[in-house]
């Protein structure tokens, strides 16, 4: 019966501890054509249609163009830029596996790879990266001209060799600190009405979201010590 109670009393110590945590970051354009339609973001002109689907670690801005006249569409990626807080950087060679010159037959897409949104979390004084101990507040909102991360995708394109350039424009408009139970659940999957194994995935995934993510060291050493000292009490258990 003590082995029972150490073993719902271990349970509801792991349980209280979060070992990973997460930033989430809500993303917003100043673009009034830039509108999302729930499985991604789309600019679409006379021209081309552009999607984006940033949901992934560190952000991702790859993105989706899709000709949709009858003539082929030449993308001039030397001319391409993603803009990260007014600093420029040219596809080329943000990106080793782009060819600068990318044709796009009619009625037909490419995916243009890049690299990601950020590399490390946001933190400042006001607002520690932590999920534990004191803290006054774990979600913080930006306007476009406070925002800490604002970032444009700059195409230029040609048609019949008349050149024409869009830029779309973004910023992160929220930013917040959760604990991993706040943000993943574990769900069973299910295949040919068979249901397999469970796994963690995330409870609102965006397309104009993103995040960042790192061990929550106070939980893991929380955790460790639990499990020490419950291991301890078994012990001495067995030994009566």
């Known amino acids: ?27 917003t354009s100043t673009t009034p054509e830039v509108q999302n339609s729930g499985s991604a973001l789309h600019f679409e002109n006379e021209d081309c249609r552009i999607s984006y689907h940033f949901w992934e670690l560190y952000g991702n801005v790859t993105f989706m163009v899709y000709n949709k006249t009858d003539k082929d569409l030449v993308l001039d990626l030397n001319k391409s830029f993603f803009v990260k807080n007014d600093q420029a950087f040219d596809y080329v060679n943000y990106n080793e596996q782009i060819h600068p010159i990318s044709v796009i037959p009619p009625k037909t897409f490419k995916v243009i790879p890049t690299k990601g949104i950020i590399n490390a979390p946001f933190a400042t004084c006001d607002f520690p990266f932590k999920i534990t101990g004191k803290i006054e507040k774990r979600e913080i909102n930006f306007s476009a001209n406070n ?4 970032f444009d995708n700059i195409i230029t394109y040609s048609i019949d060799n008349q050149e024409k350039r869009i830029n779309n424009n973004f910023y992160i408009s929220k930013i917040g600190n959760y604990k991993q139970g706040e943000v993943m659940a574990y769900v069973r999957e299910e295949s040919c009405g068979k249901k397999g194994l469970s796994r963690n995935v995330f409870k609102d995934p965006a397309p104009n979201k993103f995040f960042y993510s790192e061990v929550n060291e106070k939980a893991a050493i929380g955790t460790a010590a639990s499990l020490g000292l419950i291991g301890i009490l078994i012990h001495e258990v067995n030994k009566k």
């Not at 150490?6 to 970051?25: D, E, I, N, R, T």
């Not at 925002?147 to 604002?150: L, V």
């Open 1 to 27: 019966m003590k082995k029972i109670f150490l073993f719902l009393g271990a349970m509801v110590v792991l349980s209280s501890c979060s070992p990973m945590k997460y930033q989430v970051y809500t993303v």
């Open 147 to 150: 925002s800490p991360i604002r």
